[in-house]
Structures are given as structure tokens and as C-alpha cells.
């Protein structure tokens, strides 16, 4: 009980972040849902989702 309250963990080792690669258009596709758009009234807003393909950079579909 009055021991050590928690066992000592151990370290992670560092993570990397991940890397898309595409030597093809259509191969790889990435979403974007950033974007508050304002709306005709205030306090209404609208998201707007994107993907984009990341071998052409051209935007596959976008919806609100």
C-alpha cells in the first residue's frame, strides 16, 4: 500500500511519422477536414472534407 504507487515503465522508442509514397496517380489518397466555412446565418458553419490525391496533388472528391 505504501510502496511505489505505480511500476516503472519503460521507455518507447521514438516513433517516425509515416511516409506516403505513390509512383502512380490513384495509388494514394489523402483527407483534409480543416476547412469552417461560414454559413448564411451566424454561428453556422460548414466543414468542408477534402481528398486529395498525393501523386498529382489534384482533389479526387470534396464534399460540405
Not at 19 to 28: F, G, K, M, Q, T
Amino acid at each position: 500500500m505504501f510502496g511505489n504507487p505505480r511500476p516503472r515503465c519503460t521507455a518507447r522508442p521514438p516513433s517516425s511519422k509515416p511516409e506516403l509514397e505513390a509512383d502512380r496517380p490513384n495509388l494514394v489518397w489523402s483527407w483534409a477536414s480543416h476547412h469552417k466555412l461560414k454559413g448564411p446565418v451566424r454561428g453556422v458553419y460548414y466543414l468542408l472534407y477534402v481528398i486529395i490525391d498525393i501523386f498529382s496533388r489534384e482533389v479526387v472528391h470534396w464534399e460540405l
